[in-house]
Nanobody, 120 residues
Framework: QVQVVESGGGLVQAGGSLRLSCAASGSIFSINAMAWYRQAPGKQRELVAAITSGGSTNYAESLKGRFTISRDNAKNTVYLQMNSLKPEDTAVYYC??????????????WGQGTQVTVSS
């Protein structure tokens, strides 16, 4: 079994920063892409940023320059540094990972989400 668990969400004032973490655990042989998504109330879930095992990144155009994704392959962990936060960044942030297990199966795994609330 494989799971990912997010942490680091919370309440922050506009202009502030937060760093989210997501750790994958279980029978992991390798992880390809890891990503952060978010879903605001009444809106569809959207991609925030993604990163491959080699470090190539992809960002939502509107978030470039404020958000930075990184990962520690040795720890099976992905991070999201969020700066200059705005009230419209308020959402539940979800971690996603493409995992290959020791038995050769592949899983696309979602975390339970972590709430980020930005007050004005």
């Amino acid at each position: 079994q494989v799971q990912v668990v997010e942490s680091g969400g919370g309440l922050v004032q506009a202009g502030g920063s937060l760093r989210l973490s997501c750790a994958a655990s279980g029978s992991i042989f390798s992880i390809n892409a890891m990503a952060w998504y978010r879903q605001a109330p009444g809106k569809q879930r959207e991609l925030v940023a993604a990163i491959t095992s080699g470090g190539s990144t992809n960002y939502a155009e509107s978030l470039k320059g404020r958000f930075t994704i990184s990962r520690d392959n040795a720890k099976n962990t992905v991070y999201l540094q969020m700066n200059s936060l705005k009230p419209e960044d308020t959402a539940v942030y979800y971690c996603n990972a493409d995992v290959r297990t020791y038995w050769g199966s592949t899983w696309n795994v979602w975390g339970q989400g972590t709430q980020v609330t930005v007050s004005s």
